[in-house]
């Protein structure tokens, strides 16, 4: 019986930004380890001085030239805002 | 019937003026509103702006006057775009145009309806879409595949002349196999994926689901294209696609790779396939096994690489700037986490801490980069393969429609569904699903999906074999 992963999933849930019941920490939990010994067959193969590869097409040093160029208004920009006060979002308090 | 019409037969109707845009968006409205509460592939539709835009079509443009229904997770001025999910169903509204929808539109074509999808295209049967079911048109009691469910229902339902679906491990091919229509996946950086809501970002492309291989040949003359908000479009030129559909395809070069003789695909399904491959040989094509040593690794390195870019992409749903915000959150921590999880649903929320577990300190060298050298393997065997070979042949899926709710409890069991689409867009290579047969499944006759995979950058020949091979049965 492979020994369980060590998921610390309420810490892995905080750098997600997400809260869990206990309920939902224990079924992550246990789905993940299942997946993640799934995923342990990439440790069979020899993977040694291979390079990895980050994209299928690669494209580099894609730049553009430093000009200003058109782009939201500030009413596109704040349409979809869930909380507005004049121009600007509204945010909960974020420096004490 | 208009609806239950291709993209080609319509054009050939409006340049004669024997009919107009506005007869084609009146008749695919009527089809909807009769078909869409039992289908439900359909999220929202506006009949009042697609007549509008009918009416100001300009039909001397290739695709002009032709509606295309919209996977609803690209963005289109105006509508909606939900992903398929609570976190941007209540108070989201596109303030542009996508990339792809900026090039349709100058084709002329009419993004008309948001069709039901996997929530953030995550999943396999749309049944993770926290919006809605889709059943499948051929059995109603079955998914439709995903994540672009909703796509591949409403083209093979006749509830769309046309769609849009976008492709991260399959997602256009799958549905469009599991429902019996045609999808193609461009090669990766052929569509520009600027608007297109981000799930992977190396692996995500955007491509046409359709009736016909024509009709895909003449959406992806539009759809592809440089676009210099995509950092990854490529600047190269569009071919025609359209120009070598009908050429013979005697002497071309088809590869069976011998991993993908497993156990677990359906009997039907590889009775059809078979009758395919002997169909193509009677056309003149040569078959020869081929070897992808490392498919067994795919599907891994997929569940390594997709959650973990999944994880950094949908970072932004914060409840900040636009989406779902909590309404009972105290400081702003509690407001990302609160309007994050109540906003995402289960599948969405097992990807994420999936994908920042294996980029966590301690476990991104493991995980990620590992993965990220599993996929220069996958990616050499295709490249071996295509040095003798000039397509690549399989099912698209080793199954057909499953019914509604049977892999409920059992996300591995649907992972591993994936095995010959995943290959694909790790590898960044066109691949195309089109109809080979049926199987009858508990009286039911269930489509049957052929999947033909090419060399980057060679849609022009995927698309010759599968529209020889279609023109044939």
């Keep these: 019986m492979p020994e369980a992963h060590k998921i610390d999933i309420r810490h892995v849930a905080k750098l997600a930004r997400l809260t869990l019941t206990d309920e939902e920490a224990k079924r992550y939990e246990s789905q993940l380890d299942g997946i993640l010994t799934y995923i342990d067959t990439l440790t069979r193969y020899d993977l040694d001085g291979v390079e990895p590869t980050a994209h299928a097409m690669p494209v580099y040093d894609v730049l553009r030239a430093d000009e200003p160029r058109p782009g939201f208004t500030q009413e596109q920009a704040l349409s979809n805002a869930p909380k507005r006060i004049a121009d600007q979002i509204q945010i909960p308090k974020v420096i004490e | ?473």
């Design chain 2, 1 to 473: 019937m208009l609806a239950s019409s291709t993209i080609a037969a319509l054009r050939k109707g409006i340049t004669a003026g024997e009919i107009t845009p506005r007869d084609i968006v009146l008749d695919v409205a009527k089809s909807i509103e009769a078909g869409n509460a039992e289908i439900g592939a359909y999220l929202s539709w506006d009949v009042e702006a697609a007549l509008a835009e009918a009416d100001r079509a300009d039909i001397t443009k290739p695709l002009g006057g032709i509606p295309i229904a919209v996977k609803d997770n690209m963005n289109v001025t105006g509508q909606p775009c939900t992903c398929g999910s609570r976190i941007l169903s209540e108070n989201y509204t596109a303030p542009y145009d996508a990339g792809a929808i900026q090039k349709l539109r100058a084709g002329g074509a009419i993004p008309f309806g948001r069709l039901n999808m996997d929530e953030f295209a995550m999943g396999s049967s749309t049944e993770n879409s926290a919006l809605g079911v889709t059943r499948n048109p051929r059995d109603l009691s079955r998914v439709p595949g995903g994540s672009s469910g909703g796509s591949a229902a409403a083209v093979a339902g006749d509830l769309a002349i046309a769609a849009l679906g976008s492709d991260t491990g399959g997602s256009i091919r799958q549905p469009a196999a599991l429902c019996g229509c045609v999808g193609i996946k461009p090669t990766y950086g052929r569509v520009s994926r600027y608007g297109l809501v981000a799930f992977a970002s190396s692996l995500d492309q955007i491509g046409p689901v359709t009736k016909t291989v024509e009709d895909s040949a003449l959406l992806l003359n539009h759809l592809c294209g440089y676009d210099a908000h995509d950092s990854t479009s490529l600047n190269i030129e569009v071919p025609d696609f359209t120009a070598t559909l009908g050429q013979d395809i005697k002497g071309l070069r088809i590869g069976l790779p011998k991993e993908y003789y497993i156990d677990g695909i359906h009997a039907g399904v590889s009775a059809s396939v078979q009758s395919a491959i002997r169909q193509l040989e009677s056309l003149g094509a040569i078959i020869e096994e081929i070897s992808l040593p490392h498919t067994e690794l795919g599907v891994a390195t997929y569940y390594v690489l997709a959650p973990a870019e999944a994880s950094a992409n949908l970072a932004r749903f914060d409840g900040v700037r636009y989406g779902h915000r909590s309404s009972s959150a105290g400081d702003l921590m509690e407001q990302y986490t609160k309007s994050r999880s109540e906003g995402f649903g289960p599948e969405v929320k097992r990807r994420i801490l999936l994908g920042t577990y294996m980029l966590s300190s301690g476990y991104y060298d493991a995980y990620y980069i590992r993965a990220q050298k599993a996929r220069t393997l996958i990616r050499n065997d295709f490249t071996e393969a295509f040095k003798k070979v000039d397509v690549i042949l399989s099912p698209t899926s080793p199954t057909p429609a499953h019914k509604l709710g049977e892999l409920k409890d059992n996300p591995l069991a649907a992972y591993l569904e994936d095995v010959f689409t995943i290959p694909v867009n790790l590898a960044g290579l066109p691949g195309i699903s089109l109809p080979c047969g049926t199987v009858d499944v508990e009286g039911k006759a269930l489509p049957v999906g052929l999947q033909i995979v090419g060399k980057a950058l060679d849609e022009a020949t995927v698309l010759r074999v599968a529209h020889a091979y279609e023109q044939s049965r």
